[in-house]
Structures are given as C-alpha cells and as structure tokens.
C-alpha cells in the first residue's frame, strides 16, 4: 500500500516552516527573526512566524541587501533540494530586474573603489621613476638647476 501525504497537514504551514522550506533561510530561527523585524510580509501585511500561508498569496522578503516579491504556489513543510525549493513559489520579474539592478550596480561600485586604490605597491622602475620626479620637483622650487 502506497503512502499518501496528509492534506490536511499540507494545506496548512506556519510561515516560517514554509521560508525555511523554500530555503529562503538556512534555519527556522532566522526565519522567525526576520518575521519578528518586519522583513516579511503577507499582500502587504505584517505577520507573526505562527500564521499560516496560503495558495496565491503574494509575499515580501527583506533579505539585505535584496527584497523579494514572490506569490506561493505550492506549500511544504519539508526541506528539500534547491531545486524542489524554486517549485514552491514565483518570483515577480519587477523583483527579479530590481535584484539584477542592485547586483549590477554593487559590482560596479566595486571595480570603481579596485580603481582608485591602484594595483599594489609600485615596482622598482616605478620607484625610480617616483623619485626621479620628487628630485625634480625639489630642484625647481629651491631654484638649483
């Protein structure tokens, strides 16, 4: 006889199971930390990690430095692969442009600061080359040429 899963129990989820289960957290515990701060919300709505979420209902995650605005699909209490995770939920294309947006632009702020900081120290010719011009630049302002 072939097991079937529970409806009952399918049908309903905590939400902090359900954003654990969609592996939007490593552990329960920061699921509910962030339900607990406001990070979470249902169609808008703040929530406590105990409500239960439902098909269809549209969700908004704070996960610094990005935010998600996803809609349920499906709902599981179990923890499974990345893959069977992305199942559980769709990811808006607002929330997926503005996420690509923000990672656009953290890299470019990142390669602007590599560029303003140099390459390392200066090599030997560098150096010499350094020097050459300090020693110029003392020779014309005492005047001695």
């Not at 430095?65 to 294309?93: G, H, M, N, W």
């Not at 120290?121 to 011009?133: A, G, N, Y």
């Amino acid at each position: 006889m072939k097991h079937e899963p529970n409806t009952e129990a399918a049908s309903k989820v905590r939400i902090d199971k359900w954003l654990w289960a969609a592996r939007f957290f490593k552990t329960r515990s920061l699921a509910t930390d962030a339900i607990n701060k406001n990070r979470v919300q249902i169609d808008g709505q703040s929530v406590k990690p105990s409500r239960q979420i439902q098909l269809g209902e549209m969700l908004s995650i704070e996960k610094p430095p990005y935010e998600f605005r996803i809609q349920v699909l499906a709902l599981s209490d179990k923890r499974r692969s990345a893959s069977d995770a992305q199942q559980l939920y769709l990811e808006t294309d607002e929330s997926k442009a503005a996420r690509e947006k923000q990672r656009l632009e953290a890299r470019a702020d990142r390669e602007a600061r590599l560029g303003l900081a140099g390459e390392g120290r200066p090599t030997k010719k560098q150096r010499r080359q350094i020097r050459s011009f300090k020693e110029q630049r003392n020779h014309v302002q005492t005047g001695d040429e």
